[in-house]
């Protein structure tokens, strides 16, 4: 049977749209490694929460008025409220070809959520007691201690995830993920208000890495992705002259974006 020109057209048009789909959604992540920068925001949830302190003992000084604070075994520290900050990292990676759907990655990523300024308590199961200077009596100060609009300091937080094991579903452009692994965090708090002696302590953990998203492939050897993480971390801030030290969870979600180039 002859075609003629219009059919021919008519044909030619259908075949390419009933093809183009296909096109659109075939296989087209043939390249399985990756490197890539993320950008976003960490939200610090509980801040810096289930505290507990790990000194005996902290300076004070008001007016003439000067000595130690002692606390208790067992003595905790209230909530710590953080602010919520801009975060920044980049990411390495690469799937397995005989086992497409599950791959390796390695990520790091930095944010700043500082602590707010706040009322801290103290608490304990017996008495805090205060013992001024020079000697003389103990005096109880009951079995809690508030400190009232406590200066805000910077605190920051590395976050280094050396083995994230990750899952997709592979073989489109669309693909959604999730990783679970270790992390190193690495924190900080500094208090720019003291001039003398030691202002910062820091903290050195391991802990726990997860995350969950969704990559579209722009092209064969870029792609775009969203995802959201989930670390868990218990920190021990040791004290100095000008810190007491404690120990605290902190559980933040951190939603970031960014591109990736794959070979």
């Not at 093809?19 to 939200?43: C, N, R």
């Amino acid at each position: 049977m002859k075609i003629i020109p219009s059919t021919r057209r008519f044909v030619l048009t259908s075949l390419l749209i009933l093809l183009a789909p296909i096109v659109l959604f075939m296989p087209q992540a043939y390249a399985e490694s990756y490197v890539a920068g993320q950008i976003g925001a960490t939200i610090p949830g509980n801040g810096l929460s289930n505290g507990d302190l790990t000194s005996t003992s902290a300076p004070f000084q008001s007016g003439a008025i000067s000595g130690t604070v002692n606390f208790p075994s067992g003595t905790t520290v209230s909530d710590q409220s953080l602010t919520t900050s801009f975060m920044f990292g980049g990411k390495i990676g690469h799937y397995l070809s005989k086992a497409r759907w599950f791959g390796l990655e390695a990520e790091i990523f930095y944010s700043t959520p500082h602590i707010k300024q706040q009322d801290v308590t103290l608490r304990s199961n017996t008495p805090i007691t205060f013992t001024p200077s020079g000697g003389g009596p103990s005096t109880s100060l009951g079995n809690a201690l508030t400190a009232m609009g406590v200066q805000g300091a910077n605190f920051s937080v590395l976050t280094i995830a050396p083995l994230n094991l990750m899952f997709r579903y592979p073989g489109y452009r669309l693909q959604p993920y999730i990783g679970i692994g270790p992390g190193i965090f690495i924190a900080s708090i500094k208090d720019p208000s003291i001039t003398q002696g030691e202002n910062s302590q820091s903290s050195t953990k391991l802990g726990l890495n997860t995350l969950i998203g969704v990559r579209y492939y722009v092209t064969r050897h870029v792609s775009a992705f969203a995802e959201g993480k989930y670390n868990y971390v218990r920190f021990n801030f040791e004290e100095n002259p000008n810190f007491f030290g404690f120990n605290a969870t902190y559980t933040p979600i951190s939603v970031a974006f960014g591109i990736a180039y794959h070979f």
